[in-house]
């Protein structure tokens, strides 16, 4: 069984390139260890989330994700089970400003002026 989170907060601190390469680096490799996959979009210092995985995994991260002060305000914005997961290849794609991408990380995708890319879309959607 599959399930899927998402959610939106807010940045306490601009974060540049080095802390976000850092917290992604360590997201990803917690991620594999837990079957977790998904995507995170950071514009305007609001993150918004979608996480998907086992439903024991998504619960523990859930609870770690609240405890995090990097971020806060954090409004569930959608959970429940899925058939399928929408970002099977990545333990954590990562949708931002190109300026924030310094270190080449893969699994990064540049949003457009608008803020959004197909990624993000896809995060997104009901
Ligand atoms: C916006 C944001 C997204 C995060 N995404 C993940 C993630 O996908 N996976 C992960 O393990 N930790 C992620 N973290 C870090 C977790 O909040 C937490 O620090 C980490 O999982 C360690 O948890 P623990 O302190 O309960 O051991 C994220 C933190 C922030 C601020």
New binding site residues.
Partial sequence: MLERLLYR?K?TNTLGSLHLFN?LS???A??AS?G?T?H?L?TEEV?V?C?EGPPASISS?W???Q??D??HDLQLLARGPIEARRYQDWS?AFSSYPSLNRFNMPGFFAVDKEGMNAEAERCAQA
């Fill in positions: 907060s940045a917290m360590e997201a990803r917690k991620n837990m977790i998904g995170l950071y993150f989330q996480i991260l609870e770690s994700l405890r995090d990097r971020h954590m």
